[in-house]
């Protein structure tokens, strides 16, 4: 079955803090993988994404991640939170190919301290 | 950067009534698609769409949904009979078939 796992409801960091969200995924063929951020009252915006090559993928607001195979893992870390960070995150597994229907995560509510 | 834009962005009905939910995609994208978001809950696929037809749906869409595209820009999903568990937030999303898909900023659905 095709899921997608994020283990932390609720992560809190105070403002300058390294961050890490974990993501965890079961998928039948090669992913595709995805975060998005969705801020309050906001769409969801798509931070990066892995197709393939370079496990390490860099994305936008400062935001990077690591895909690894052998542990059907993509964590996405941040070297320093700012405040305006604080929003939930979903992890996103997807097919390859013109249609994609992406599986969300149950996605991670981030609070950043002042 | 284009965007895809939905409106409303509330939208509250009474049980029982119709809904249309409509959404303009970016504009050289092919694929198309409703997400939705019960308060809480994860974001959950209800429908694609590619060359005017459905190309995959989910168990929740059912025959109380259908989506159109009238023309070539909008994309709707209509709700036919409304129950109080369709209250969600509905994103729509679009796709020019890179896998790459870009999503709207919601409309937020309250069934009374």
């Known amino acids: 079955a095709q899921s997608v796992t994020q283990p932390d409801i609720h992560i809190t960091v105070s403002e300058g803090a390294s961050l890490e969200l974990r993501c965890n995924y079961s998928?039948?063929?090669?992913?595709?993988l995805f975060w998005y951020v969705q801020s309050p009252g906001q769409g969801l915006q798509l931070l990066l994404k892995?197709?393939?090559?370079?496990?390490l993928v860099q994305g936008i607001k400062g935001f990077e991640a690591e895909f690894k195979r052998s542990q059907s893992s993509f964590t996405l870390r941040k070297p320093s939170v700012h405040w305006s960070d604080a929003a939930e995150y979903f992890c996103?597994?997807?097919?390859?190919?013109?249609?994609?229907?992406?599986?969300f995560g149950a996605g991670t509510r981030l609070a950043v301290h002042p | 950067e284009p965007e895809v834009t939905q409106t409303p962005s509330h939208q509250v009905t009474q049980m029982g009534q119709e809904v249309i939910l409509r959404c303009v995609p970016i504009?050289?994208?092919?694929?198309f698609y409703w997400y939705r978001q019960i308060l809480g809950q994860k974001v959950e696929f209800l429908v694609s769409f590619y060359n005017n037809e459905i190309s995959e749906k989910s168990e929740i869409f059912d025959d109380q949904f259908s989506v159109e595209r009238p023309d070539g820009s909008n994309f709707t999903l209509k709700i036919r009979s409304t129950k109080l568990e369709d209250s969600a937030m509905y994103f729509c999303a679009s796709s020019s078939g890179d896998s790459k898909l870009f999503f709207g900023s919601g409309t937020q659905l309250s069934v009374l």
């Open positions: 996103a597994v997807g097919g390859t190919g013109g249609y994609n229907k992406l599986i």
């Open positions: 892995y197709f393939s090559g370079d496990t």
């Open positions: 998928y039948g063929a090669t992913p595709y």
């Open positions: 504009s050289n994208h092919l694929y």
